[in-house]
Each structure stands twice: as structure tokens, then as C-alpha cells.
């Protein structure tokens, strides 16, 4: 395995198994504060949505951070995947991970940009794509969302901040003050962005994007985060 250097490479944020007793929380102390993100239970879920089948699932990852998501699903065994940031560090984090991880991964690739990357893939390209901590960053997130939207055949996954003080009955993106700076890792880079006030929101905009059947699978006022799943396609989750 390759020296990680903290200096170089930066604080992790996504806590990766590496190999027998590493992992990349060992490796730095956390990026944010004193929590590092561990994306084991998602790709458990996502094993139990899919199946044997999802080793033919080609997967994309929006602001995939160090790409957790991705390693830990294809300790699964996925066909390929594709995750992007806009910042440069965590990419480099991911392809550190790439390089020294146990298991191949050469199926996955990870590039620094954003959703315009989208347009080097065909339509429906993604089995499934990953909207995850990246909803509340933008200026213009449903736009983004349609990007993803279009190149994805089945299953969209947002998992957000929301504002549980908003009245979720009158579903609404409501104005979040947004730190763009871009020393601050896990921000936007936009100076605006907006916060979901539940989940029906979101199923308006999934349905109205082609991802009619949705459910919630998870919302927790404490620590204002909801995740939904929404499909192109009836039965599947
Ligand atoms: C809260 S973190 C979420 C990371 C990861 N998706 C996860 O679920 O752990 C937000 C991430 O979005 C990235 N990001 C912010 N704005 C972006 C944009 N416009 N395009 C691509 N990545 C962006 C940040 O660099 C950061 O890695």
C-alpha cells in the first residue's frame, strides 16, 4: 500500500475500508469536524433493491467526495461507475483509494468537473445514479437533476438536507444561505441554493422528470436529512 500523505491529500471525509484492518479513517483525522461519512448501509440497501442483478448495473456518482459509494458497492461487483466532484482533492482521494484498495476497481472512473461531464454519456447510459449531499448545494438543482435524470433508465437516489420547519404540506425548495467558498470542502461553489421543506417536493420534481414511483426511505428532523428513491420504471423498488 502507498504512504498517504495528509499533507498532500487532505483529511478524508468518506471512511472507506482499504484492506484487512485499514480504513481511511485511520489515515487522517476527519475532514468535517469529528464525523467521517461511512456509505455501507446505501450500498447494502442498494444490494437489496437490485440483487444478483446488480452486477450488470452500470452506476453513476454525483459528487462522489473520495467515491465511497462506489467502492463499497462494488465490493458487490457492479459493471462500471462513474462518480465526479468539482474539487480536485477529493478526486485524488478517490483515485489514492483506486490504486490501494483490496478488491479491482478498474472499472470505475472518477473525474474533477460537474454535471457537464454528463454530456460525454449517452441517454439512459446509468442504471442507477446517486443525487447524495448534493441537492442543497446548488443554484439550480432541478435543472442538474434533469441532467442526471436524462442519462439515467432506473433508479434515482437523493439523499438531502431538508428544512423540517417549513410547512411540508405546501411542498417548496425554500432559500438556504450558502457558504460558495471554495476552501470549504463539502460546500456548493455557487452562492445559492435551496433546501427541500419534505419529500413531496421531491417526488413532484422525480415524477415531473420521468422517476414517477418513489418512496421515502428515511426522515430525521434531528439531524434534517430524508432520502428518496424514485424509479423510471414500476415495481422496482
Ligand atoms: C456534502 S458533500 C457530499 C459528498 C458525497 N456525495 C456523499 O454523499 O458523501 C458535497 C460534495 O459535493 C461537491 N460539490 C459541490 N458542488 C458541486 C458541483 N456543482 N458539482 C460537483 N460536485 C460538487 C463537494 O466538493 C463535496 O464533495
Redesign the pocket.
Known amino acids: 500500500m502507498e504512504e498517504y500523505n495528509v499533507d498532500s491529500l487532505g483529511k478524508w ?2 471512511d472507506i475500508a482499504i484492506a484487512d484492518g485499514v480504513r481511511t479513517s485511520h489515515l487522517s483525522a476527519p475532514y468535517n469536524g469529528n464525523a467521517f ?1 461511512c ?1 455501507e448501509k446505501i450500498a447494502n440497501d442498494i444490494k437489496n433493491i437490485y440483487g444478483d442483478s446488480l452486477k450488470d448495473k452500470k452506476v453513476l ?5 473520495a467515491g ?2 462506489l467502492f463499497e458497492l462494488n465490493r458487490f461487483g457492479i459493471k462500471s461507475g462513474f462518480g ?4 480536485s482533492l ?1 478526486i485524488q482521494q478517490a483515485n489514492w483509494v483506486q490504486r490501494n484498495i483490496d478488491i479491482p476497481c478498474d472499472n470505475l472512473l472518477f473525474a474533477q ?3 457537464d461531464l454528463l454530456k460525454h454519456f449517452a441517454d439512459r447510459h446509468f442504471h442507477l445514479s ?1 443525487f ?3 441537492f442543497y ?2 443554484a439550480n438543482p432541478i435543472n ?1 437533476l434533469e441532467k442526471v435524470a436524462n442519462k439515467t433508465s432506473e433508479i434515482i437516489i437523493v ?1 438531502t438536507a431538508y428544512d423540517p420547519n417549513s410547512n411540508c404540506n405546501n411542498p417548496a425548495l425554500v432559500y438556504k444561505n450558502e457558504s460558495s467558498a471554495l476552501e470549504h ?6 452562492g445559492l441554493s435551496w433546501h427541500p421543506n419534505g419529500e413531496q417536493v421531491l417526488f413532484k420534481i422525480l415524477a415531473h422528470l420521468g422517476f414517477p414511483y418513489n418512496k421515502l426511505s428515511f426522515k430525521n428532523p434531528d439531524n434534517r436529512r430524508l432520502e428518496v428513491i424514485a424509479s423510471r420504471v414500476p415495481d422496482l423498488i
Open positions: 471525509h468518506h461519512v456509505k456518482d454525483v459528487a462522489c467526495n465511497g459509494h465526479f466532484d468539482v474539487r477529493w468537473g460537474s454535471f446517486l447524495n449531499g448534493i448545494h446548488l442538474e439523499n470542502g463539502l460546500s456548493g461553489v455557487e
